[in-house]
């Protein structure tokens, strides 16, 4: 694809919404898909697989959402529940001029594209929940006990492998302590986090207290939803998938449509292998 043909632009932030977003896609792209990152993330998380994506499917555009607290975002009057957070993407989207035909959200994201899908139960739209459960739990896993090893370190550091290595002792990987170490800002005192992480813990609980199943059952007729399973990740329990599975045999009339796609992977499959994501948003994006 030439340059002229590629623009990413990005959406200033407004008064109605907390969130902000940058446009990836090609000039003829005409349908619209807006990208919503995990906890401590943000919008550019997927930019490789955006940029893949719109080179393989140029009918359509990406928008790399910074949600509130996170990113270039605002953080907005509060932490924030799913459903204020998915309410952001219809402010924004009113803004902005866009409605999106396919919202897609990574672990704590894509909670959030099932609470934006529950609130657009009347139109048609495809919900892509990669690597996340609709289903309410204990709090566990990788992202629960970042908050434990980040909150044990020092609230500055005087250089950001320091940061790096603190959370490496903490029993992370290193590509995943260079990750989090992108929300350190260097400012006179050292390197420190952009990242209220007492708010963090609030949208986690919120996360984990929440079940959206039915979102997917029964849920709207109009809607396509597809949950990406990483096979290396715990994060979708063998419950949840023989449920799903349950639903993508035995489609009803009136209820959403679901469809279960396992990948081999990670956690973090989008970054440690975006051509599986793109691979597979290339054939179904859209219906």
């Known amino acids: ?87 952001d993407i219809e402010s924004w989207g009113v803004e902005q001029g866009v409605q999106p035909d396919a919202v897609l959200g990574h672990s704590f994201g894509g909670k959030v594209a099932l609470a934006h899908a529950a609130r657009q139960s009347t139109r048609t739209l495809q919900t892509w929940v990669i690597d996340s459960t609709p289903e309410a739990k204990s709090p566990s896993g990788s992202a629960w006990e970042m908050l434990g090893i980040v909150r044990a370190l020092p609230a500055t550091f005087p250089s950001r492998q320091a940061a790096i290595t603190g959370i490496e002792a903490g029993g992370f990987s290193t590509g995943v302590a260079q990750w989090m170490s992108t929300n350190l800002v260097h400012d006179p ?28 059952d029964p849920g709207a007729a109009r809607h396509d939803i597809h949950v990406l399973k990483a096979t290396e990740s715990s994060v979708i329990s063998p419950a949840v998938v023989a449920r799903l599975v349950e639903l993508q045999a035995h489609p009803r009339a009136g209820a959403a449509h679901v469809h279960l796609h396992q990948r081999e992977g990670g956690h973090w499959i989008h970054a440690e292998s975006p051509e599986v994501v793109v691979e597979l948003l290339a054939e179904w994006l859209g219906w």
């Open 1 to 87: 694809m030439t340059g002229a043909a590629f623009k990413d632009t990005v959406s200033v932030m407004t008064s109605r919404s907390p969130m902000v977003a940058r446009r990836v896609g090609a000039e003829s792209g005409t349908r619209q898909l807006l990208m919503l990152h995990g906890i401590y993330g943000r919008g550019r998380n997927w930019l490789a697989v955006a940029r893949l994506l719109v080179e393989r499917r140029p009918d359509w555009s990406c928008w790399l959402a910074d949600m509130r607290h996170h990113g270039d975002a605002h953080p907005g009057p509060e932490a924030g529940t799913l459903d204020a957070l998915a309410g």
């Open 189 to 216: 005192d050292g390197f420190r986090w952009r990242l209220d992480f007492d708010v963090m813990e609030r949208l986690l609980h919120e996360f984990f207290q929440t079940s959206l199943w039915h979102v997917l």
